[in-house]
């Protein structure tokens, strides 16, 4: 991850005559410590500033008529200042001396190009013929013939490296529109040069090199905003003729047709550059903006607009980015930490667009990258030809069953589009009783899809069966097909939501609400012909029984009178209204939608996502499943284990966990609603006496233990007649 | 389903005799066993450790010690100063040989299996040779001083290490001679003055002699420099038994105190090639002394003077987590030891030297499930017979009227005619019983009571005709097709006196006919031993359980396998079912309901009910409680055949 820290302004950029704002500085230089940076304007000045306090330390300046012509640099060495004036002036100064007129001056005969400064050794001329001499040698006798190397080569950029003790000079020069690459090594005094390779297009606007192992690499940017590596081949002794050197790409900045200009590059690290100039962006404006680039994973890391314009130089010391931002000189802190996948997906949105697929996308975890998608094409093409040579031989008659044989997922997904309800079932039914397949799930998936989507898109097609089918496979989930769930609301189709509900993991409790909400509110009457699984509910309503309640008033039989509000005992009172207790033993729901309410029960969720899909219940919603759960509540103390036999049948704990769900999600209008105050009460009463029951039991735990140590097991005697009941 | 009356009868004063001592035959996956009484048994590991065959005690016949020989025959010598050879076809004692040495207390057999060590009381070791037929006196070795307590070959078959009263020695067989003289300490700490017995030695083949003795402690000592090499103390009392594996890797110990321990040995750092002997692991299976230890490949097994074969499989031995891993106790035997009269509503209990004929009670209220009725008519002693002679009573039988009791011992089949009046008990022997040369090991009186079916050796079935007023003749003697050798230990008859079927020691069950007297039919053979059989009185339907737990109901008159059976075998039993550790002892039916069939097994009772259908393996086994709690309708959807109850266990009869 690499990121833009503060930022702060170094100093303001005059406009000096004949050359605008827009055209920046001579050269940035370091100073002697790291905190130190001389700026060498395009006029006659020179500054040496401090960094972190933002101040001039020094300023010299040449005469009026004199311009600098080449960045001043400091010689690490000796601490000196080294800058060059009207091409062939050399001068050199100390911190101490304040004008420049008075110090060491040597004229020398051809035009400094740049002066490149290293540590731990003197500084090297670079002359615009080509020609590099040392510091030294060059004061020695500053009046030396200067060769010219390059003949009409317009030097572009130079750079400086020490590479095994020895300085290495890089420089790059052009000629009508070819470019060169010279490689000066001082000692000894060998020339390398080579070619770049000629881009029709584009030409380079901006170099940077390092060095590594020994070997040299050179980045250039070009005008249609491509970033190219080039290695720089092993130094011979002896040099060949011109090498051409071939580049790769490294980097592309998107740029939709915009020429860069002015850009300038930096290289950070061995993983990342920093680039200064236009980026496209949208709305397709091409704005000027600093920008890191992660090359390894080619994300773009970190941009920053500079909306008021930029020279495009840019230079890059001691983890400070220095550029011109309008008329100042901004010094931007970055930071840049080693690339790692996980910090370099980069912030631009994956525009690529992917190949053709016929689907919708599933990740199949099972298969690996390489192979193809949708595999069972090839399980599936080995196997028809035989198959239906064999049976087009003894079944004449059934050619179409011949045909069906071979169906592949490709086909079914397609027929699903269009074909009649029946014809589809029949496929579907073939499909999965032949279908051997790896990734079976998938395949699932994209049927389901495509029958839900048709579904939504053609309100009379609801081909019940295939879902069902399809369901029971057991190798579904809701995240595979979110929409089935709504389009079984949508047609309230009871037995599918339940198969749903039961089968999938993962339901969303908004889903489960909903589910919930229509259960609650379906006719019991409606529900008698359903499909709905019964299973779960038979060990504890008897299903022949309850049909002639559902005959009776769906009003809430309170089952309480005055006088018992007022006792406060633990028994169940024999009330003098016998019908009274019977409807209390009963369930208050049929069968079906207990069964329904089951399946609710044994969904998976998570109370604070439960919780406000919970309150769109209705008050009589809200009473009606207060009282089934009641009832199952009381059901279940009945039996010592306090559970039900069997695999489905809610357990205690989720009918106490729902029970405090709703009446959190429904305080209020439980409390205000009077139907349900009886039902509170009872509800409370049951409780309490629980509560109260084992508390007391609590307290004469350690008695009973007792008592059954010291009484001997239950002696029958050496003859006894017994009652055995087997069922 | 329906309500049962069910007699708890607790006055069966049983008492098993304990075990005296062990021997395994690794080849033949058999254990070979000695009680206190004489009594032996045989159980087979392969047919899921059932006791196969039993051969009846006698009063004077002590047995010290037992062992398997090559060709699978068993020998055993006692403090009779005999040694026997078991005849394990015709179940009886083939001949006895005098040691002439006093009691034995000890008796080895050579690895090769071909000659038999015997430790005498006077100190001498005598070598018999194992031959065909018999075996023959070869020669003794040096007499010493004090009885030999215990002995072991060394696997070469060369040296004999012998174990007495503070004392071992190894004596070289070739030449006769004591070739080392190794003095056991008394006491680690204490007393002196009490001798030590060395009760059990073991040979191993790297020299190294363990012993273990009466002061607590098992001690590896070095044959050929008669020095000690480690002392483990293990217990404060007798260390009474030991017993090595087949690769002198382990060994088991009982001491007196009813712990089982095992030595293992073990390398002393992960990887070096030295390794020592380590107690490992403690077992407290028994509540009395551990008087017999053997070592199978996979398990350590151990009986006791409180009468319980422990079978302990060992857990690294074993894979997987099958029930082969589980422990496997054995208390009772695994024979019928109760007759019951139906009609006359009698029990006849089967006791070693006698028998006791009871009236059960009776009840006049009714009750629902669980209840315990008040009993208006206590349960009656009505008489106690008393066999004559040392031999104990091997089988017997009452009829269903109550009116004929017969029981034989190994020589001898008695008979006696009862009457029942008004409240008086009379007994009368009957005298000319036909002299079978061969003993009885299964009796069994006919539905009408007018025939007596004797099973004896030699696959054959005698037929007793029954007389009134006390007389009997014999009428047919029934012998299998194949000609097998062995004896019949199951009968069954029908209820119309038709069929009677005999299973033998071969596992072959034959089915006879009555009427012609000749055999009918076989049932297809079956690779495990058989544990009940009983044919049903309507249908004729033979139904037999096997030690495997397999139910089979084969059809007489169609002389196939029912529909319903092999709608079992197709569906396969219940998991649960076929892991039961005791087998099926007695199969009855319920005359009201025919498609019933009620069997048990020392745990548990179970009403199969062949119109239900059959449990798969997720449905769980036992129901009964689970389906009382649902309403009529839904029981129907869940009820499965097997009706089973644990209430009652150790039930010896049904």
């Known amino acids: ?727 | 389903m329906g309500e049962f009356q069910v007699h708890r009868v607790r006055f069966f004063a049983y008492v098993p005799a304990g075990i005296r001592c062990v021997a395994h035959s690794p080849r033949s996956a058999r254990l070979a066993l000695a009680r206190t009484d004489g009594a032996l048994e045989v159980y087979n590991f392969a047919a899921n450790y059932f006791q196969e065959k039993g051969i009846p005690g006698h009063e004077t016949r002590s047995t010290e010690a037992l062992c398997w020989t090559a060709g699978d025959r068993l020998f055993g010598a006692g403090l009779g100063g005999d040694i026997s050879e078991y005849d394990l076809e015709k179940l009886r004692v083939k001949y006895s040989l005098d040691g002439f040495g006093g009691p034995i207390w000890s008796m080895a057999a050579d690895p090769s299996g071909t000659q038999l060590a015997v430790g005498c009381e006077d100190g001498s070791v005598k070598l018999f040779q194992v031959l065909p037929d018999k075996i023959q006196f070869e020669r003794s070795l040096d007499r010493q001083k004090g009885r030999v307590m215990s002995l072991s070959w060394h696997p070469s078959g060369t040296r004999i290490a012998v174990g007495s009263i503070d004392l071992l020695r190894v004596f070289d067989v070739k030449s006769g001679h004591a070739i080392q003289r190794i003095l056991v300490d008394r006491r680690l700490q204490g007393l002196y003055s009490r001798e030590c017995v060395v009760w059990s030695v073991a040979f191993l083949s790297n020299g190294t002699i363990v012993s273990s003795d009466s002061v607590g402690k098992v001690q590896f000592w070095d044959s050929e420099k008669g020095t000690l090499l480690e002392t483990h103390p293990v217990s404060s009392s007798a260390v009474l038994c030991l017993a090595v594996s087949e690769e002198e890797d382990s060994i088991v110990v009982g001491t007196s105190e009813g712990a089982v321990y095992q030595f293992q040995l073990l390398p002393v750092k992960w990887g070096s090639a030295e390794s020592k002997w380590v107690r490992t692991k403690p077992f407290q299976h028994h509540t009395h002394d551990v008087r017999a230890v053997a070592h199978s490949a996979t398990a350590l097994i151990s009986g006791g003077l409180d009468a319980q074969l422990v079978i302990r499989p060992l857990m690294e031995k074993v894979h997987g987590k099958g029930y082969d891993a589980a422990l496997r106790k054995f208390t009772f035997p695994h024979r019928r030891l109760v007759s019951c009269a139906k009609k006359a509503g009698l029990l006849l209990f089967q006791f070693p030297q006698h028998l006791e004929l009871w009236r059960l009670g009776a009840t006049n209220s009714a009750g629902k499930d669980g209840d315990i009725l008040p009993v208006s008519r206590a349960p009656e002693h009505l008489l106690q017979l008393k066999s004559k002679g040392p031999e104990h009573i091997c089988c017997s039988c009452i009829s269903l009227c109550g009116s004929w009791i017969a029981y034989s011992t190994a020589s001898r089949l008695h008979l006696h005619r009862v009457h029942l009046e008004n409240g008086s008990v009379s007994v009368k022997r009957v005298s000319k019983v036909p002299k079978l040369l061969c003993s009885a090991h299964q009796l069994l009186c006919s539905a009408d009571s007018t025939s007596l079916f004797v099973a004896s050796d030699q696959g054959a079935v005698h037929v007793l005709k029954l007389l009134e007023p006390g007389g009997c003749g014999h009428l047919q003697t029934l012998r299998p097709n194949s000609g097998s050798t062995e004896a019949v230990y199951l009968l069954a008859a029908s209820a119309d006196g038709d069929w009677l079927a005999a299973a033998g020691g071969d596992w072959e069950i034959n089915v006879y006919s009555l009427r012609h007297f000749k055999p009918h039919c076989t049932v297809p053979a079956y690779n495990c031993a058989v544990t009940a059989l009983a044919i049903h009185p309507v249908t004729n339907n033979l139904v037999i359980t096997h030690s495997d737990q397999q139910v089979f109901e084969f059809s007489i008159p169609d002389r196939e396998y029912t529909t319903w059976s092999r709608k079992v075998q197709q569906h396969g039993l219940h998991k649960g079912w076929l892991e039961r550790d005791m087998p099926i002892t007695h199969i009855a039916f319920n005359p009201k309901q025919p498609t019933h069939i009620l069997l048990h097994d020392t745990h548990m009772f179970c009403i199969l009910d062949k119109s239900l259908p059959l449990p798969d393996d997720a449905t769980p086994l036992m129901n009964q409680t689970s389906l009382k709690q649902l309403s009529e309708k839904a029981r129907r959807g869940h009820a499965h055949a097997f009706k089973i109850c644990k209430k009652y266990q150790v039930s010896v009869l049904m």
Not at chain 1, 331 to 346: D, M, N
Not at chain 1, 410 to 434: G, P, T, Y
Not at chain 1, 621 to 637: A, D, G, T, W
């Open chain 1, 1 to 727: 991850m690499a990121a833009l820290c503060e930022e702060f302004t170094l100093c303001g950029l005059i406009a000096s005559a004949g050359a605008g704002a827009g055209q920046g500085v001579l050269g940035l230089e370091p100073g002697p410590d790291p905190d130190r940076v001389l700026l060498t304007d395009r006029g006659r000045t020179a500054t040496l500033y401090k960094v972190s306090d933002q101040k001039p330390l020094g300023c010299w300046s040449v005469k009026q008529d004199q311009t600098i012509t080449c960045p001043a640099v400091c010689n690490f060495e000796t601490g000196e200042y080294i800058a060059v004036h009207d091409d062939k002036v050399l001068r050199i100064w100390k911190d101490e001396d304040v004008n420049l007129d008075k110090v060491f001056k040597a004229t020398l005969t051809a035009e400094v190009y740049r002066i490149h400064s290293l540590p731990h050794t003197e500084p090297l001329v670079l002359f615009k013929g080509g020609a590099v001499r040392t510091l030294d040698a060059l004061l020695a006798a500053p009046q030396q013939e200067i060769e010219n190397v390059i003949s009409d080569e317009v030097i572009r950029w130079s750079e400086a490296f020490m590479e095994t003790q020895q300085p290495v000079l890089i420089f790059t020069t052009e000629k009508n529109g070819n470019y060169f690459v010279y490689v000066q090594k001082v000692n000894p005094n060998i020339l390398h040069k080579y070619k770049l390779e000629q881009e029709e297009s584009s030409h380079p606007l901006s170099f940077t090199a390092y060095t590594k192992n020994k070997i040299l690499t050179l980045l250039c940017l070009y005008s249609n905003g491509c970033v190219y590596k080039i290695l720089m081949p092993p130094q011979q002794s002896v040099p060949e003729e011109e090498q051409i050197l071939s580049k790769s790409l490294l980097l592309k900045i998107v740029v939709s047709d915009t020429v860069l200009k002015g850009a300038s590059l930096a290289i950070l690290d061995k993983d990342h550059v920093a680039v200064l100039g236009c980026l496209d962006s949208p709305p397709n404006i091409a704005k000027e903006c600093l920008s890191i680039w992660n090359t390894k994973f080619q994300t773009l890391q970190t941009s920053k607009e500079l909306p008021q314009g930029t020279s495009g130089q840019l230079w890059c010391y001691g983890e400070k980015f220095f550029l011109t931002h309008g008329k100042v000189l901004t010094v931007i802190v970055y930071k840049c930490e080693t690339s790692s996948l996980a910090a370099a997906v980069g912030k631009l949105k994956d525009t690529q667009t992917s190949g053709i697929r016929t689907v919708s996308s599933y990740v199949n975890w099972n298969m690996l990258p390489e192979e193809d998608l949708v595999s069972p094409r090839a399980q599936q093409s080995v196997t028809p030809k035989t198959e239906s040579k064999r049976t087009l031989r003894s079944r004449r008659n059934n050619v179409a069953k011949v045909q069906r044989d071979t169906l592949t997922v490709e086909q079914l997904l397609s027929d699903i589009k269009d074909s009649s309800q029946n014809d589809i079932e029949e496929e579907l039914r073939q499909f999965l009783s032949n279908a051997q397949m790896s990734d079976f799930q998938t395949t699932i998936g994209y049927i389901i899809t495509g029958l839900v989507n048709r579904c939504k898109t053609e309100p009379t097609f609801y081909p019940r069966n295939c879902l069902v089918q399809l369901i029971q496979t057991q190798g579904l989930s809701y995240s595979l097909c979110p929409d089935l769930m709504a389009v079984a609301l949508e047609k309230t189709d009871v037995h599918l939501l339940q198969l749903c509900l039961q089968q999938f993991p993962d339901v969303p409790e908004a889903v489960t609400c909903a589910c919930l909400k229509a259960f609650l509110s379906i006719n019991d009457d409606s529900l008698q012909g359903t499909n709905v699984n019964l299973d779960s509910v038979i060990s504890y309503i008897d299903i022949a029984l309850n049909d002639q309640v559902e005959k009776q008033t769906e009003t809430v039989q309170n089952g309480f009178s005055s006088e018992l509000m007022e006792e406060d005992s633990c028994d169940i009172q024999l009330t003098p209204k016998p019908h009274v207790v019977d409807t209390e033993e009963l369930c208050p729901i049929g069968p079906q939608k207990a069964a329904l309410l089951n399946a609710i029960l044994h969904s998976a969720y998570s109370e604070t996502f439960l919780l406000p899909h919970l309150k769109d219940l209705s008050a009589q919603q809200v009473i009606l499943f207060l009282r089934y759960l009641q009832y199952l509540y009381i059901k279940c103390s009945e039996n010592v284990s306090m559970d039900f036999p069997g695999m489905c049948s809610p357990t205690i704990n989720q009918i106490m966990d729902w029970m405090c769900l709703l009446l959190d999600a429904h305080f209020t209008v439980v409390v205000m609603l009077p139907e349900a105050k009886g039902l509170l009460f009872s509800l409370h009463k049951f409780v309490r006496a629980q509560v109260r029951f084992y508390s007391e039991l609590n307290k004469i735990e350690g008695s009973l233990q007792e008592l059954q140590r010291i009484k001997p097991q239950k002696d029958f005697g050496l003859y006894s007649i017994e009652m055995l009941e087997l069922v």
